[in-house]
Each structure stands twice: as structure tokens, then as C-alpha cells.
């Protein structure tokens, strides 16, 4: 990360603006970890608890240029996931991760923890509002708060579309999904069930599998990196484990060879799991990711 010490975020106590990735970002430390926000799409480019041997969270090396979305870390897609429920031309997954994000508050706990409040500029024709929350600590903490300022309910569905770093995604295994049912979105979401832990298939070794009703509590047991990360959320009902295999990611130009290096565990709302935010109202949900070695 690179940082510049005269810009306007000084103002926000432990906030930089600076670079990673060749991103415009922001960038925070605290005694426990470092992050960092991209401004182009609000979504965590990088979260690095001290001690970690590597970031937890995976960026494409081979980014395009902007406004392409942002191949890697923690997308923002809302207010609706992937094109459920829309009509016409839309952009796939929204529009907050193509927005760019300002910051709104800054504020440093009595245990060093920074907590900055971030909003998407330019969605003032969208009938819904948008913030989100991010608290780097000894964990990353993130909500997205969608609140409905008209006179009907509103409904959305939502993700924040988690791309984890680990060693080889053909070796790791996703807990807490085990006894559910998933929709299959390379198998034209036909259901089936999931028998034991998440594992990538073997043939073909790929997976886009959205389990409604999944609670939200998730482990990324990586032994080749000898660690674990979780995934808590929190009024988020759907869990998305997404990993396109070599044959789907040779026609991404921002995946290519790389497709091994992530597994993608999203927190969502999504599928039959729609939200409706009630008139006035606002809507939030959170996840809470952890890093810790594997016991």
C-alpha cells in the first residue's frame, strides 16, 4: 500500500488515502490489522490481520480498467444480486460497485479499532438509500444499511460477494453448509442437496451453488495456508459459494490461470430469500470475518 499524506481523509482519524493494487483507496490501520476500501465500488480490497502471512481476501492480479468492476475482494451488489427480479438492460449485481464511495465519519475505539461510515455518490434516482459500515479490527466488521425513505415497502435482494484468498481452492473445505439444499446455477438451478462439507467438485470442478436459508455462519478451513476463516452474518439468510473451475474462467480475462488462488463465500439475501423493507424503514445486514491458524 502507498499512501498520501495531503488529502482530504486526513481529516477522519486513521484513515489515509493512498493506493493498493493500483486502486485509489482508503487506507486504515490499527493495532490489529490492516485494510483497505477501494473508492471506485466501496468494496474491501485487502484486510490483513498482523501476523497473517497473507492477506485474506484475493484481488485479481490482472485488474481491467475502470469502470469495469473490481475482479476481487468484497463487492457491494445491491440492490439486487446477480439480475433477480429486474427487467431490461441492468448491470449485473447493481450498481453500488461501480459507484464511487465517499466517506461520511471516522471514529478510533478505546481498543484502536477504526470505524468509518461510507456512502455510494450518484444513486439518487434509485428508490432506495445506501450505507455501509466497516470496523477494522482484530476482525472486519461490515454492514450494508439500506434504508427506504418512501410511502410503500420496497423490496431488494443483496450480497457482499467475499472473495477469499487460500492456498488452492481444489484443497480447501466449506463449513457449515453441510445438510442444506442448493441451487445449482451451472446445472440451470436445478436443487439438490449438500452431503458433507463443501469441497469443489472434482468433475467439473466448479461451483455457483446459492443455499437459501442458510444461516449464515461459514468456516474456509485452508490447511495449505494453515489457517481458518469465518464467516459470521447477520440478519442474512443466504450463503453463495462461487468458484468458476479453468474452463469458465479462460474466458475471464480478470481470472484466467488464477481461478485456484480464491473461493468466493458470500453473505446475501438472495434467491427466494428477498428482503422488503417496510416504508421509512431501514434494513441491515452484517457479516463478521475472522482469521485464525488451523487447530
Known amino acids: 500500500m502507498t499512501t498520501s499524506g ?19 483507496a482508503h487506507l486504515i490501520e490499527t493495532p490489529h490489522a490492516q485494510a483497505a476500501i477501494s473508492v471506485f465500488g466501496g468494496q474491501v480490497v485487502s484486510f490483513r490481520p498482523f501476523g497473517s502471512a497473507h492477506d485474506a481476501v484475493w484481488v485479481s492480479p490482472v485488474l481491467a480498467d475502470l469502470p469495469t468492476p473490481i475482479r476481487g475482494g468484497i463487492p457491494v451488489c445491491w440492490p439486487y444480486f446477480a439480475r433477480e427480479g429486474q427487467t431490461g438492460d441492468v448491470p449485473s449485481h447493481g450498481y453500488a460497485r461501480t459507484a464511487r464511495w465517499a466517506i461520511t465519519g471516522a ?32 476482525t472486519l466488521e461490515q454492514g450494508i444499511h439500506t434504508h427506504n ?21 481444489a484443497d480447501v473445505r466449506v463449513e457449515g ?14 436443487i439438490h442437496p449438500q452431503h458433507g462439507e463443501w469441497t469443489l467438485p472434482s468433475y467439473p470442478a466448479r461451483s455457483d451453488r446459492l443455499y437459501p436459508g442458510a444461516g449464515g455462519t461459514y468456516r474456509i478451513v485452508d490447511p495449505g495456508f494453515g489457517r481458518v476463516i469465518e464467516i459470521r452474518g447477520r440478519q442474512a439468510r443466504t450463503a453463495v459459494v462461487w468458484n468458476p473451475g479453468a474452463d469458465v474462467a479462460a474466458g475471464m480475462a480478470d481470472v484466467g490461470p488464477h481461478w485456484r488462488e480464491f473461493v468466493c463465500v458470500e453473505t446475501a439475501n438472495a434467491g427466494p430469500d428477498v428482503v422488503e423493507v417496510p416504508a421509512g424503514a431501514t434494513h441491515s445486514m452484517w457479516q463478521t470475518i475472522s482469521v485464525t491458524p488451523v487447530s
Not at 8 to 21: E, I, K, L, P, S
Not at 109 to 119: C, K, N, P
Open 107 to 138: 471514529v478510533v475505539t478505546e481498543t484502536g479499532e477504526v470505524e468509518i461510515s461510507l456512502a455510494p455518490e450518484g444513486l439518487d434516482q434509485l428508490e432506495l438509500r445506501l450505507s455501509m459500515t466497516v470496523r477494522v479490527g482484530a
Open 6 to 24: 495531503d488529502d482530504a481523509t486526513q481529516q477522519f482519524h486513521g484513515v489515509r488515502r493512498g493506493t493498493v493494487h493500483g486502486l485509489d
Open 177 to 190: 453448509l453441510a445438510g442444506l439444499t442448493y441451487a445449482d446455477k451451472f446445472d440451470g438451478g436445478a
Open 149 to 169: 425513505p418512501g410511502t410503500a415497502p420496497a423490496r431488494l435482494t443483496e450480497a457482499l460477494h467475499n472473495y477469499f484468498r487460500v492456498s488452492d481452492v
